[in-house]
Every structure is written in C-alpha cells, then in structure tokens.
C-alpha cells in the first residue's frame, strides 16, 4: 500500500519565522506529489505540486521539492505570516498521476503568531 | 464560479440507519471523489466517480456506497451505520480525475455523527 507521513503539530512559529512541515511518502514508482491547505472554515485547496524527481513546486512564497533518494516532500516557507495559520496536508498519488485516489497524510496544524 | 456544495452540512443519525450526503462539483468536472476524514485516520479516498461509472474505489466496506448522476452531481449512501461512520465527508470535484493535471477541489464537508 502508500501511506503518507507528516508531522501532526500544532506546530507554533512566530512571524517572519522559517517554517519547515516535513513529509515522506512510501509509494512505489514516481507518485505525484502535492500539498493541499485548509484555513479556517474552508475547504482544502491545492497549495502546490509536483510529479518527478527533483521537481520544485511553489506558491504563495511556499516551496517543496521531490526528493526520490529520501521519498520526501518537505514544505519550506522563508518568513511566515499570521494568514499562514490553517492545516497542511502532504499528499501523493499510488504510482505516476491517473485518477487513482490521493493518499492524504494526517494533516499540520501551524499557527502563527504575531 | 460556484465551488463544490455539499449537503447537509450536518447530519446526526442513529446506529443501524441509512444515511445519503449529496455533492454538487464545480460547472464543467466530470470527477468526483469522496474522501472520509476522522481524527484517528485522517483523510481517506472511498471512491471516484467520472461520467456516471465508478473508477476506483478505496478500502471501505460494501455498506458504503456511490453514485454520479449524468448532471455530474454524485451522492454516497452509508448503510447500517457504525458508531465509527462518525466523521466528515469530503466530497471533491475536478475535471478528468487526473490529479495531477487537474486538481481536486473540495467542498466544506459534511458532519455525520453516529449516536
């Protein structure tokens, strides 16, 4: 099976901190990568993606890069900020993109604080 | 553009009872997915609908079922509840399915609560 793993949190940083929410993944092959967002009643939205290796997703000043060797996906923000505080899903597809259902992991709650 | 709607936004029902929750997806996809959400599990796929057939289905027993209406429009019906159906229902619509090429956009669920 696939199975995704993140930390769960809450994770508290302060504003204009570096933010790091890592995630790894156990899919075979070349799964696509993604991360999905929920702010405060909301639903989840796509944040950002990727589907090979060594591919940089990015948006919103928030970056992951598809790391094969270590079957990871670490989101990264420079500086974050008070509307960065929601819930961050790390996801992937089975194998390669297709319309396989997404494995989610168990979502980071962040909260920032000014 | 109107995002996905689910409804109701709240359902309490009782052990053994049937329950349908409803997903309107976004103008224009063809796909939609449902996903149970629970504390202790978190998010996981139940089933994919395109085009009114069922692609891909995740591990969840037979009491839980779906369809996809030729409007798009797709219900899932929970039989004989569990107190351990309790949870949020997620329902997510895209264009082909493709989640790569074309990603998912979710509604704001739907609560069930099992008493």
């Known amino acids: 099976g696939n199975s995704v793993t993140q930390m769960e949190g809450p994770v508290t940083l302060s504003e204009e901190a570096f933010l790091t929410i890592n995630c790894t993944y156990t899919?075979?092959?070349?799964?696509?990568l993604f991360w999905y967002v929920q702010y405060p009643g909301e639903g989840l939205q796509l944040l950002l993606k990727?589907?090979?290796?060594?591919d940089k997703g990015s948006n919103k000043g928030f970056e992951a890069t598809y790391r094969k060797e270590t079957t990871s996906f670490h989101l990264e923000k420079g500086s974050v900020q008070v509307s960065d505080s929601a819930v961050y899903f790390c996801?992937?597809?089975?194998?390669?993109?297709?319309?396989?259902?997404?494995?989610f992991g168990k979502g980071t709650h962040l909260i920032i604080q000014p | 553009k109107a995002g996905v709607t689910q409804t109701p936004r709240y359902l309490i029902k009782t052990r053994g009872q049937q329950v349908t929750l409803s997903c309107s997806p976004i103008?224009?996809?063809?796909?939609v997915s449902w996903y149970q959400q629970t504390p202790g599990q978190g998010l996981q796929f139940l089933f994919e609908y395109f085009s009114e057939t069922q692609r891909n289905k995740g591990n969840f027993p037979g009491r839980f079922s779906g369809r996809q209406f030729s409007n798009s429009r797709s219900e899932m019906n929970v039989s004989t509840l569990e107190l351990g159906d309790s949870a949020l229902y997620l329902c997510?619509?895209?264009?082909?399915?493709?989640?790569?090429?074309?990603?998912?956009?979710f509604g704001n669920g739907t609560r069930l609560t099992v008493t």
């Open positions: 899919a075979t092959g070349y799964p696509s």
């Open positions: 996801a992937s597809t089975y194998s390669g993109g297709g319309a396989d259902g997404l494995t």
């Open positions: 103008s224009g996809h063809r796909s």
């Open positions: 990727a589907t090979k290796a060594d």
């Open positions: 997510a619509s895209s264009f082909t399915g493709d989640s790569y090429n074309s990603p998912l956009h």
